[in-house]
């Protein structure tokens, strides 16, 4: 099968940073930069130069860094209005900042470009011709059409021709923003289908950017893909303002493993996935969201003991896939809601006899602990320590009692002998025995 080359655009560092609680020092974003390079992003936005000092400085450092292939974007908006495009300080900070790409966002929305910039809608198309025919003498232009879908629902004629003249001016890439993040999959691929119908003929490639306020941003990605786009713009773990941006660990996953007949980053990159997700929450300061789909903690994790009893025998029964693809794994849970499997899979590494009698204690005590209040789901190192305890009980009280027969005070040594092993399995299945 002829594979289709989708191109990564990664905005975690601009958009990203956009997020609630998300801020990364110069450092964190060169350290994310290298990161994403070293999987074979595409293409790394690294921020709005004319915004910051620490994005200005970004670029400069960014030189040092060794990208391999990947290029780097730096983002502005289309020139001021009444003024020309040379004399625009944003756009000369973009240029200042010699990045192989520059991504202009422009309005594609008439009602926006009104009521909020105060232009006239011809002047709105002005902005944008000039600006990217301006900054095509510098770089390739990527524009992203910011609020296409809400504009194209307002008045397709005007979005339409907001694109048309970027594509004009001489932009490589068109990327659709819906940048509100209220649009539905149908609606993205439709208006997608159309666009390309009219932007064909002027040879711009097509992209996307969602954004997930109604939890659709990798439904409305995917549905982008297949209506013809080949650039997906999102962030890595989703981050982004309001309700983020399209998860990009998810985008790529679904393309890969479900879709497929999909390339994209470097060969054998997939496997560190998870890795680069959880040290881009590391690196933000975020607690990483355990459920988050292929790399989060929990995403192959399973807790009902009918359920680990059959990803035991088949994996697949419960998994919608290899975690390992991703470089995740699978965790089996242990709590009052286990069966005698989970104990099983989680005592094995102990070394413990995994004999029916010996996993019913350790499943007893869990669910007399949890009775009281404790949890070990996310507390191994004490689930450790009650298998251990459970195996091997505390030696004066039970071993030096008057009940104690003599073979067992001459074999006894306090330390985790096979011996004691032997003679604590005799002693419990007695006790045992006596209780039923
Ligand atoms: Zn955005």
């Known amino acids: 099968m002829q594979e289709r080359s989708i191109l990564i655009y990664d905005t975690t560092l601009r958009d990203g940073t956009q997020g609630e609680g998300v801020s990364l020092s110069l450092q964190d ?54 003024m020309k495009s040379a004399d625009d300080p944003g756009l000369a900070a973009l240029i200042a900042a010699q990045t192989p790409v520059i991504t202009i966002v422009g309005k594609s929305w008439d009602f926006h470009a009104t009521e909020v910039l105060g232009v006239s809608l011809q002047e709105n198309l002005d902005m944008i011709g000039e600006t990217v025919e301006y900054l095509s003498r510098y770089a390739q232009i990527v524009y992203d059409a910011e609020h296409y879908f809400d504009g194209y629902r307002a008045n397709p004629q005007y979005a339409v021709s907001t694109v048309e003249t970027a594509a004009r001016a001489g932009a490589k890439w068109i990327v659709f923003c819906d940048t509100n993040g209220g649009s539905l999959p149908e609606q993205v691929a439709q208006v997608v289908k159309d666009s390309k119908i009219r932007l064909d003929p002027l040879g711009p490639r097509l992209g996307i950017h969602c954004h997930n306020d109604g939890d659709l941003a990798t439904a409305n990605s995917l549905s982008a893909i297949d209506a013809g786009c080949d650039q997906i713009q999102g962030t890595f773990n989703g981050i982004g303002e309001r309700c983020g941006n399209a998860d990009l660990v998810c985008v790529i996953s679904n393309l890969q493993f479900k879709k497929q007949g999909y390339r994209m980053l470097r060969d054998g990159s997939l496997q560190h996935l998870t890795e680069l997700s959880r040290y881009i929450y590391e690196t933000a300061n975020l607690v990483p969201r355990n459920s988050q789909p292929f790399v989060g903690r929990s995403a192959f994790a399973h807790k009902g003991g009918m359920h680990v009893h059959a ?99 001459r074999t006894l040594k306090p330390s985790n002998t096979r011996s004691s092993q032997v003679i604590w399995t005799h002693q419990e299945t007695s006790n045992t025995q006596r209780r039923s």
């Open 29 to 82: 974003k060169l350290n994310i930069a290298q990161r994403l390079a070293e999987i074979g992003v595409d293409m790394i936005e690294g921020g709005y130069p004319l915004s910051n000092e620490k994005d200005a400085m970004f670029f400069q450092k960014a030189r040092q860094l060794k990208l391999g292939s990947s290029l780097l974007a730096a983002f502005g908006m289309t020139r001021r209005r009444g």
């Open 311 to 409: 990803v035991n025998k088949f994996a697949h029964t419960y998994e919608h896939m290899n975690p390992e693809l991703v470089g995740n794994e699978r965790r089996i849970l242990v709590s009052e809601l286990s069966g005698r499997s989970n104990i099983a899979a989680l005592t094995q590494k102990h070394g413990a006899d995994p004999d029916r009698l010996l996993l019913d204690r350790i499943l007893e005590s869990v669910v007399k602990k949890e009775n009281q209040g404790y949890q070990y789901e996310a507390a191994e190192a004490s689930f450790d320590l009650l298998v251990t305890n459970t195996k091997q009980p505390k030696p004066p009280s039970i071993f030096w009692s008057s009940n104690a027969r003599g073979p067992t005070h």
